[in-house]
């Protein structure tokens, strides 16, 4: 089945430092992926929509110039957390569609997330 | 996007079926209805979706009520890895990129 690879699976930076996060599709190609955030014991917030070859689309009160977003491949979409503060602690997950199967009816598969920790 | 009401929690006993409901009185006539499940430090999960026909998969079963108001998920026999916090989704029809917002979920708690 469609594999979609996070790494690193955690992270401690400090703060003011920024850290990059892959999101990568392993045996499927990907025009769009997804970036959830998670707070402890609450549901995903989506933060943007990655596209390959052009910027992403972000969600409404999310910082896009804090959250750098690049898709450069139909593979890989990075997610770099600019000058992190503690309250950016948080469980990043991404996720992405097939290609070939890029509608809003095929299921989404997704990483197994990214736990970041500022101090 | 279509609002979606689910009990926050649930229990079951191991191998008995769990029936897991979802409201989603305000969906469009085209959005499918998606479930989704999230086991604790983990990314979520696939589990099942469907347009209006009940659907079955080697994981679930999904029922959607006639006037598809309202769905539930049936896990047949529940297992202790079906402890798990249970999305039910309706897809973003206003987005042709099919962005999925989660809402808070029920978490399903199985006894041995």
């Known amino acids: 089945g469609a594999v979609v690879s996070q790494h690193p699976s955690r992270v401690i930076c400090k703060s003011g430092t920024s850290v990059k996060i892959e999101c990568r599709s392993l045996d499927f190609q990907a025009t769009t992926m997804f970036w959830y955030r998670q707070f402890p014991k609450q549901s995903l917030m989506l933060m943007a929509t990655s596209n390959e070859g052009s910027k992403a689309t972000y969600e409404q009160g999310v910082e896009k110039d804090k959250f750098l977003i690049n898709h450069a491949s139909l593979t890989l979409s990075t997610l770099t957390v600019t000058s992190a503060h503690p309250e950016d602690s948080s469980f990043y997950i991404c996720?992405?569609?097939?290609?070939?199967?890029?509608?809003?009816?095929?299921?989404?598969?997704f990483g197994n997330g990214t736990r970041l920790t500022v101090t | 996007d279509a609002k979606t009401t689910q009990p926050n929690s649930m229990e079951s006993n191991e191998e008995e079926p769990v029936h897991l409901p979802c409201n989603h009185s305000t969906i469009s006539g085209t959005d499918y209805i998606h479930w989704y499940r999230q086991l604790p430090s983990q990314g979520p999960e696939y589990v099942i979706h469907?347009?209006?026909s009940n659907v079955n998969n080697r994981m679930a079963s999904l029922a959607i009520a006639e006037d598809r108001k309202s769905s539930t998920l049936i896990l047949h026999r529940a297992t202790l890895r079906d402890a798990a916090v249970y999305y039910c989704i309706p897809t973003d029809r206003g987005s042709t990129l099919g962005r999925l917002y989660f809402g808070r979920g029920t978490q399903l708690t199985v006894w041995p």
């Open positions: 996720s992405a569609r097939e290609w070939d199967r890029d509608t809003y009816n095929s299921p989404l598969h």
């Open positions: 469907g347009l209006t």
